[in-house]
């Protein structure tokens, strides 16, 4: 398929704003693809070139592409520039300069799907000296070759935002359109993604057979999309919803995926990101453990022997960073408190209900530092309470209840799991929000450079993000210095391009951090555009800034429609 019946297609998206026109468009394309094509599509709709675990980064930033811009259309790079601060996105620039080309390329081919991402991928790779002038040589060549239509979205690509609105459902329910022209087969196509987090490899299989798709199976080394748990307030409320159920402690660690097979093991973070690196520790432990093949979820962190207390996560994430794995390792050991299985020798288990799961876990846990998280059957409220105080007293978080019948529910918030956290009496819960801007410091904190932040949260609809609040309190001085430091080095003249907002920050930032985000009540505000309607979006009263989230991606954080929920909630 050529990259210019794609690049037509993706125009004529951008240009309809209803989730069902855009499926429609998509799906005709994806009738059009072959397996491998639709694989590539659907990365590049992403805007990755591989599932975010593998940690391809496409390595192009703004310089790169304003130079290869320059050097393709022979105007001067001021120009450029120029152009750029005037339209805020580079794809509309190279379109615009590309098409009143000043030197014309001596032979032009026609640029299909496969060799775009192919000079994609080979610009990831690039590395080493004289790397830098081969990324934009690619990308020249790129350009050489391409209409302007098509150099609008290589440019978008290669910067790693495509902007359609376009978000992960819309490509699952195209995908099932092109096959049945309905949505019914979303629901497996979905479970599918939901096993293996790579949305290239789903949309490859599911071309190369539909058929194939109902009975998905878990591979071991393709982490799951992490199951997620809803709120409830009080022991009373969790006994209502769920009747007779588990609680265990809600332990505030890091949050791991082990995957094992023979010798190997691999661990994975709550955003997919392959972590064994950090963890030499815990593969030590799971390397003698019985099981051939198993993939086990749990929870990491440090426990400290004099005090006899766990360390935070922030505290467990400080002493490694302070003191070097290896020595961390020693002084601070890590322990695993595993809560859930998804895979034992070769049975998928993600479909068992809970209580037939965790039997599965004890049938081979603990072993040394690798523990079962505490859990209770319970079946009226008193005894929820007395494991909530015992958390509590543990300097826990809080608990987790699990309706025993539930199956796991890879990638879904549902009340399978429900969280009481000491934090719900008194005030309300968090959310994680992305930096999307940042204020210069005024008065007392003219001296930091900075004021404050600009924070959004994640529709997963349009793939976009929306601002919900301007966040001026809770900094300490250090925090406040080191925020300048890093948001500094990514600050930008534009908004970034798939930012809806009305608030405008002095400066902007590439969504990229995490931050934890308290605050009293949600209301609608005209500054703010989550979840917007009628001109007003849900805004955070009085945030105040809890602490910074390097576990989280940015794609991770709150979303729109649990704003939606926890405003009902709140
Ligand atoms: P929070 O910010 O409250 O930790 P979250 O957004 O990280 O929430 P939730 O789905 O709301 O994720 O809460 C589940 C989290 O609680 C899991 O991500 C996991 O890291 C942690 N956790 C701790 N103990 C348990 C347990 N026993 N069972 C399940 N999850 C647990």
Not at 83 to 92: C, P, R, T, W
Not at 216 to 230: G, R
Not at 541 to 547: A, G, Q, S, Y
């Amino acid at each position: 398929m050529l990259f210019g019946e794609v690049a037509k297609a993706f125009d004529q998206i951008e240009q309809k704003s209803g989730r069902l026109e855009m499926t429609d468009l998509l799906a005709r394309l994806f009738e059009k693809t072959t397996p491998e094509e639709a694989e590539r599509v659907s990365y590049i709709i992403q805007g990755e070139l591989r599932p975010p675990y593998e940690g391809v980064d496409l390595g192009m930033g703004e310089k790169f592409v304003l130079e290869a811009i320059h050097q393709a259309s022979g105007y001067p790079y001021s120009q450029v520039e120029k152009d750029f601060e005037k339209e805020g996105d580079l794809g509309i620039v190279a379109e615009k300069l590309l098409s009143n080309k000043r030197q014309q390329s001596l032979f032009t081919s026609p640029l299909s799907v496969v060799s775009v991402y192919n000079s994609m991928f080979k610009i990831s790779r690039a590395a080493g000296a004289g790397s830098q002038d081969m990324k934009i040589k690619r990308l020249v060549e790129l350009y050489n070759n391409a209409s302007p239509l098509e150099a609008r979205y290589i440019t978008r690509f290669a910067l790693g935002q495509l902007r359609l609105g376009v978000g992960d459902p819309t490509i699952l329910d195209a995908l099932s359109v092109s096959h049945v022209g309905d949505k019914s087969l979303r629901e497996s196509i979905e479970r599918a993604y939901n096993l293996c987090s790579d949305i290239g490899y789903v949309a490859r299989a599911f071309k190369e057979d539909p058929k194939k798709i109902a009975d998905f199976k878990i591979e071991v080394f393709k982490p799951i999309m992490p199951a997620l748990a809803e709120r409830l307030r009080t022991s009373e409320e969790i006994i209502a919803k769920l009747g007779k159920c588990a609680v265990e402690y809600k332990y505030d660690g890091f949050r791991i995926a082990v995957h094992k097979r023979d010798n190997r093991v691999e661990i994975y973070s709550r955003r997919l990101e392959k972590m064994t690196h950090m963890f030499p520790d815990v593969v030590k432990a799971v390397e003698s453990l019985p099981p051939k093949e198993v993939i086990f979820e749990g929870e990491a962190l440090a426990y400290n022997e004099e005090e006899k207390r766990f360390y935070s996560f922030q505290e467990t994430m400080h002493r490694r960073r302070k003191y070097g794995l290896e020595e961390a390792s020693e002084k601070y050991p890590l322990y695993v408190f595993a809560f859930d299985i998804h895979y034992l020798e070769g049975e998928d288990c993600t479909q068992l209900p809970y209580a037939e799961r965790r039997k599965k876990l004890e049938s081979f846990l603990p072993q040394e530092n690798i523990e079962l998280s505490k859990m209770r059957l319970v079946s009226i409220p008193e005894e929820v309470s007395s494991l909530f105080q015992a958390a509590l007293r543990m300097r826990l978080e809080g608990i987790m209840a699990k309706d025993l019948n539930a199956p796991y529910t890879a990638g879904k918030r549902k009340f399978a799991w429900i969280k009481l956290k000491k934090s719900y009496g008194k005030e309300m819960d968090t959310v994680d929000a992305v930096v999307v801007g940042y204020y210069r410091g005024k008065g007392s904190r003219t001296k930091f450079g900075f004021g404050g932040l600009l924070v959004a949260v994640y529709n997963e609809d349009t793939a976009r993000f929306e601002t919900i609040a301007k966040v001026g309190s809770g900094f300490t001085e250090e925090e406040m210095e080191k925020f300048q430091k890093m948001l500094e080095k990514d600050k930008m003249k534009h908004a970034p391009l798939n930012l809806d907002y009305v608030m405008e920050p002095d400066f902007w930032v590439q969504p990229k951090y995490v931050v934890e985000i308290a605050y009293d009540n949600i209301t609608r505000s005209p500054t703010h555009t989550c979840g917007r309607e009628e001109g007003k979006g849900f805004a955070l009263r009085f945030p105040r800034m809890v602490r910074i989230r390097d576990d989280r991606a940015p794609f991770d954080a709150t979303t729109t429609k649990e704003v939606e929920e926890m405003h009902k909630f709140s």
